[in-house]
């Protein structure tokens, strides 16, 4: 974790020369991350010297500016306001501050000097003392231009729940705590992200920039956001201000980001099952022409010896693959009427399948799926394989092992495993909406926002479940003791290592970061006071447990939704073996992770698929070998595995 205990500056004299004193220096402060290093970051600041950086219309960076422990602060009077040497274009800029009691200063960008004071060419992403500052522009905002303001969607999805977002959002930390700040200018959005909230997008140039700038103060400067390159600023306000961790990404004019990879693995990816047929659904809409999405949601395997793989849908159908004769499912279960369909909220339906360990014996398994009637919840039932068919379940035979109140439609989890232990494991999300509006993410008396783990071969005080006696927190006050792990904020999806039993999570982030995490018993992931490792939000830190870093995380400019994945096992790709497969849905890309559990460090990241692959899950086959879902199941070309190019 990052050290947040660096103390605050005191004022210095400005006939002092520049100090540098690193001694006590945080060791992981102003470094790059190897994803970061990866995908094209590059410091603006080393945390030693101000290399790179000099006064505005001057050579050099004057005496105001002191560096101490890996800090850089506006520290003295006269300090004068910092640009870069060099000047960027489109750039992602990420950093964080620190603001004195009532102080003042300013992020600006695209500066040229021409004019005698950089804000006459550069917009400025305000920094202050949201609660004691004099300036009704509050911090992240640009000002006097955009401001903060909840998505509609976001406001229409609290409507039915429990609390409303405020209509302008403020994620501020308060004078003498780090904010982290990230501005994006790119060529197709720009945007301002505070503390991990996203606060309004922009478009520098737009008609719509030019009618704020005319009813601006700006309007009286003829060469305000006129340039489309130039300079970084960081302002002196005449208050004490400090900066560390400034991180730039050079965006080139398509948008794009370099890849955080360390390479491709010749593999492809090709249908498993070529023209299979789905009893009981039709992939095209025979009266419009249109192709239906089936969703497939889990791929996974009764460890009973039969070789069959059973795919799970959204919409709440479980189908058999028989992979000796695979060009027709078996339907095994459908509980269609039972499960809220997805088209309403893309994030209900049918979340998760897992077989209990002693299957073969016993016949039980279990799936988690929203309700479509009553109230919104999640439910985690126990069904009961047919006496005279071992390819259909008897669907009279649900019993509902535990309800989960859901207070909106989305981030409703769902991954379902059970462990090495015998213990089922349940991934949840936080409720939904976002930003965690009810602080489900750090609250051990509600089950949101954490792991569950719970013993369904035992009942207990009247549950049709029992607790584990070694869960963690059992014997914590108020806490519920079916929580295994907490801090999440959508899990999507879990799965344990077959070799070495480690639990893997996928962790869908809000605006900026995607994580991949290993959950250990008691561990608090962070969310909703951090995203990955960074700040999320202004709430107070309250947890006993100090948040776990993600062993590896990745931006919104490479991806936006990672589906989690499964560690490799099968013997017919051993370039695969031992590696953490996953992929992120929305940018389409697929890599291997390479984690040494040793360490507790990441070796490598190699590319599968370079994007344009939607993946929904992935699952195995008793024998281990990997696949991986589409949303679509026309042509039979729903489940994928991989090949060797």
Request: net charge neutral.
């Amino acid at each position: 974790m990052r050290n947040k205990l660096c103390l605050m500056l005191t004022l210095i004299p400005a006939s002092l020369s520049l100090v540098v004193a690193t001694a006590g220096a945080d060791d992981s402060l102003n470094r790059l991350s190897k994803a970061e290093q990866r995908s094209g970051w590059k410091l603006l600041f080393d945390g030693k010297t101000t290399d790179g950086w000099r006064n505005y219309q001057k050579e050099s960076v004057s005496d105001g500016w002191t560096i101490k422990d890996g800090v850089l602060s506006r520290s003295a009077k006269g300090a004068g306001d910092i640009i870069t040497k060099d000047q960027f274009e489109f750039f992602e800029i990420s950093l964080e501050y620190r603001i004195s009691k009532e102080g003042n200063s300013g992020l600006m960008f695209h500066v040229t000097e021409e004019e005698k004071t950089p804000w006459r060419t550069g917009p400025e992403v305000q920094i202050q003392d949201n609660v004691d500052g004099h300036d009704p522009q509050k911090a992240g905002w640009l000002y006097q231009l955009y401001k903060p303001a909840t998505p509609k969607w976001m406001i229409e999805a609290e409507k039915a729940g429990k609390k409303v977002t405020p209509a302008v959002v403020d994620a501020t930390r308060p004078a003498g705590k780090w904010n982290h700040l990230f501005l994006r200018v790119g060529p197709d959005r720009s945007e301002v992200v505070m503390n991990g909230v996203k606060y309004f997008r922009f478009n520098k140039g737009s008609a719509d920039w030019d009618k704020r700038v005319a009813a601006s103060k700006f309007s009286k400067f003829p060469k305000f956001g006129k340039p489309t390159k130039g300079h970084i600023c960081l302002q002196d306000h005449n208050d004490l201000v400090s900066f560390r961790n400034i991180k730039i990404r050079e965006i080139p004019a398509d948008g794009s980001v370099q890849d955080p990879s360390d390479g491709k693995l010749a593999l492809k990816g090709v249908p498993a099952f070529p023209d299979l047929k789905w009893e009981g659904w039709e992939a095209v809409n025979e009266e419009t022409g249109k192709v239906v999405p089936l969703r497939p949601m889990i791929v996974t395997h009764a460890n009973d010896d039969s070789g069959r793989i059973f795919i799970a849908t959204q919409n709440g159908m479980i189908h058999v693959i028989d992979k000796k004769s695979p060009k027709k499912t078996k339907l095994f279960l459908d509980i269609r009427p039972k499960v809220a369909p997805w088209k309403k909220n893309n994030e209900e339906g049918m979340l998760g399948l897992a077989f209990h360990p002693d299957f073969k014996e016993n016949g039980q398994f279990f799936v988690y799926y929203s309700a479509s009637e009553g109230p919104r919840r999640s439910i985690v039932s126990k069904f009961q394989v047919s006496k005279d068919d071992p390819n259909r379940a008897d669907a009279n035979s649900e019993q509902v092992v535990m309800e989960i109140d859901q207070p909106y439609g989305n981030h409703n989890g769902g991954s379902i495993a059970f462990g090495p232990d015998g213990y089922l494991y349940i991934g949840l999300g936080d409720g939904g909406s976002g930003n965690d509006p009810l602080g489900n993410g750090q609250n051990l008396e509600t089950l949101l926002g954490s792991i569950l783990r719970i013993d369904v071969d035992h009942k207990q005080n009247g549950k049709n479940y029992a607790i584990p006696a070694d869960n963690p927190f059992v014997d914590r006050a108020k806490a519920k003791p079916e929580i295994y792990a907490y801090g999440v904020r959508n899990v999507w999806r879990l799965s344990f290592d077959p070799q070495t039993g480690t639990l893997y999570a996928g962790e869908v982030g809000q605006d900026l970061w995607e994580e991949v995490n290993i959950i250990k018993k008691g561990g608090n992931y962070g969310w909703s006071v951090r995203e990955g490792t960074r700040n999320f939000g202004n709430r107070p830190e309250t947890a006993k447990d100090a948040p776990i870093d993600p062993i590896w995380e990745y931006d919104h400019g490479v991806g936006r939704s990672i589906t989690g994945g499964i560690v490799y096992r099968g013997k017919r790709l051993p370039e695969l073996q031992g590696m953490y497969v996953y992929a992120d849905f929305v940018s389409g890309k697929i890599w291997a992770l390479e984690y040494d559990e040793a360490s507790g460090k990441v070796i490598r990241n190699l590319q599968i698929s370079p994007g344009g692959i939607p993946v929904m899950a992935f699952g195995t086959d008793q024998d281990g070998e990997l696949y991986y879902t589409v949303q679509t199941v026309k042509g039979g070309e729903g489940i994928f595995r991989f090949e060797k190019e």
